[in-house]
Every structure is written in structure tokens, then in C-alpha cells.
T-cell receptor, first 115, second 112 residues
């Protein structure tokens, strides 16, 4: 089985711009979660999508949004970029069913640099 | 904010030695998982232990969980240079199984 893929791998944007990151989960996985990793705040949960619906959300401002398509692929969007948005954005998929817990499979991440 | 803290923040050992990392968390949990991350790449799942389990083994890994102390430990036996990485514990709570809360991580360096 192919692993979780994320595109692009690296991105440089300017303050005020917006960015869209893409994630393709492992085939058959319906749950996709997004995390932000920074040296200061560590790994933080952004949101999770399951069957095209946002099921869980972390404590991030509304500038961070996401969506999931019928083929389970997911995108996250960050609008009006700030310097503090520079981070490694990780996507994870799991064969998670409601109420159960399974390990998550992470992609290699997208390294976003905001200048 | 992160729920857990890991101790130590950094650990340097020689190949063949055992490495022990500890994780503490603040609230009640459903499950606890350990992940490894190599140099700012994606995380790799190592092991999952449920809240009603006390110990679990997987190859050279041994994980313990003490829910009364809200703590867990990861033991890597007979370490190898390839084990050099950052190790994170992650917890989830009942009803939000997909929402993982990560610890601060332990940076392990295994030297030849």
C-alpha cells in the first residue's frame, strides 16, 4: 500500500498571502487529520475530517480551514499568512471508525516558510 | 497547548545500551501512543497502549502505562544508531480518538 502523500513538500510564501496544502491518505482510510509542528509549540492538532465532514477541531484561528473530498483526499488552507505560520504541516490518515482508536499514519509533511 | 511532557528532553547513549523515555500527561485518556520522528520528517507509529493495559511489548520496545500517575515510559533495548530520532507520546480522550495531543518529545542520540 502506498503511504500518505503530501504536496508540495516545501513552500515559501509572503505575509498576507494564502496557501493550500494537499494530502492523499492511504487507500481505504477515511479519516484525515492535520497537525502543525513548530519548535516553540510542538505538535498541535488542527482538525480532522471523516467522510467529508469536519469531526474534530483544534484551537486555531479561522484563517486555518480544511476540506475533504469524496475520495478522502484532503486540503488545508491558510489565509492571510503570518510569520508565525511558518511550520511543518503534517497530515495523518487512519482507518479510524467512530469511537475507536487506531494508529495514525503520517505523511512526510509540507514545510511552509512565511517571509 | 500540549498535554504531555517528556523526560528527558534529550538523551545520548551508546549503541547496545537501553534507552528509557518518560511521558506524563494531565487529563484522563483513552489510549496512549508512541511515535518516532527522524529529522523533521513525518512521524512513524511505534506502539499503542490502551488505558486498561499496563504493559505492552513490540520487538525491542516496551511500553508501560500507569494511569494513576498519568505517566508512561518507553524502553528501547539494545539500541542502534538507526534509533536516533525524536520520540513523542500522544494521547487521545474518549470520544475524540483521532485528536491526538502530543508531548514535548525526547531527542535520542545513539552513538557508535
Amino acid at each position: 500500500k502506498a503511504g500518505v502523500t503530501q504536496t508540495p513538500r516545501y513552500l515559501i510564501k509572503t505575509r498576507g498571502q494564502q496557501v493550500t496544502l494537499s494530502c492523499s491518505p492511504i487507500s481505504g482510510h477515511r479519516s484525515v487529520s492535520w497537525y502543525q509542528q513548530t519548535p516553540g509549540q510542538g505538535l498541535q492538532f488542527l482538525f480532522e475530517y471523516f467522510s467529508e465532514t469536519q469531526r474534530n477541531k483544534g484551537n486555531f484561528p479561522g484563517r486555518f480551514s480544511g476540506r475533504q473530498f469524496s475520495n478522502s483526499r484532503s486540503e488545508m488552507n491558510v489565509s492571510t499568512l503570518e510569520l508565525g505560520d511558518s511550520a511543518l504541516y503534517l497530515c495523518a490518515s487512519s482507518g479510524l471508525l467512530a469511537g475507536q482508536s487506531y494508529e495514525q499514519y503520517f505523511g512526510p509533511g509540507t514545510r511552509l516558510t512565511v517571509t | 497547548s500540549q498535554q504531555g511532557e517528556e523526560d528527558p528532553q534529550a538523551l545520548s547513549i551508546q549503541e547496545g545500551e537501553n534507552a528509557t523515555m518518560n511521558c506524563s500527561y494531565k487529563t484522563s485518556i483513552n489510549n496512549l501512543q508512541w511515535y518516532r520522528q527522524n529529522s523533521g520528517r513525518g512521524l512513524v507509529h511505534l506502539i499503542l497502549i490502551r488505558s486498561n493495559e499496563r504493559e505492552k511489548h513490540s520487538g525491542r520496545l516496551r511500553v508501560t502505562l500507569d494511569t494513576s500517575k498519568k505517566s508512561s515510559s518507553l524502553l528501547i533495548t539494545a539500541s542502534r544508531a538507526a534509533d536516533t530520532a525524536s520520540y513523542f507520546c500522544a494521547t487521545d480522550r474518549t470520544g475524540t480518538a483521532s485528536k491526538l495531543t502530543f508531548g514535548t518529545g525526547t531527542r535520542l542520540q545513539v552513538t557508535l
